[in-house]
């Protein structure tokens, strides 16, 4: 059957005005644009599917934020598909393919196709 799981941390900073003028020297330091936030956010969801005790399947969103970094200021989102097989209790193989991408890519260009393979061992 299937199963939803979903997972959302957010921090959130209330910074005085002494604060954010200590922290708008870093781009000074660091040679990097930094903003005067420090919030930082991260969610995910995924959809899983079981089709035996043994297979199952996947699909999931998430996105990463964090506003002090100019890179990550507006974002990133990823997706993902996947899915495992569980020979006994103990054991998972599960593979995966993931794509990373910049929300804001006049900032940083990026995105990233990634291919994974896992075998997970429970004690």
Same mark, same amino acid.
């Given at each position: 059957?299937?199963?939803?799981? @979903? ?75 996947? @899915?495992?097989? =569980?020979?006994?209790?103990?054991? *998972? ?11 804001? =890519? ?7 196709? =990634?291919?994974?393979?896992? *075998?997970? *061992?429970?004690?």
């Amino acid at each position: 059957g299937f199963t939803v799981e @979903g997972e959302y941390i957010g921090v959130t900073h209330s910074l005085t005005d002494k604060q954010k003028q200590t922290i708008a020297i870093f781009p000074l330091i660091t040679g990097g644009a930094l903003y005067d936030e420090l919030d930082k956010m991260t969610y995910y969801a995924t959809l899983m599917y079981d089709f035996s005790e043994e297979w199952y399947a996947y699909a999931s969103y998430g996105k990463l934020q964090d506003k002090f970094n100019l890179v990550f200021h507006s974002g990133m989102n990823n997706y993902g598909v996947g @899915g495992g097989y =569980r020979p006994s209790n103990a054991v *998972v193989i599960k593979a995966q393919y993931g794509k990373y991408e910049m929300i804001d =890519r006049t900032v940083a260009d990026f995105a990233m196709d =990634r291919y994974s393979v896992a *075998v997970s *061992v429970f004690f």
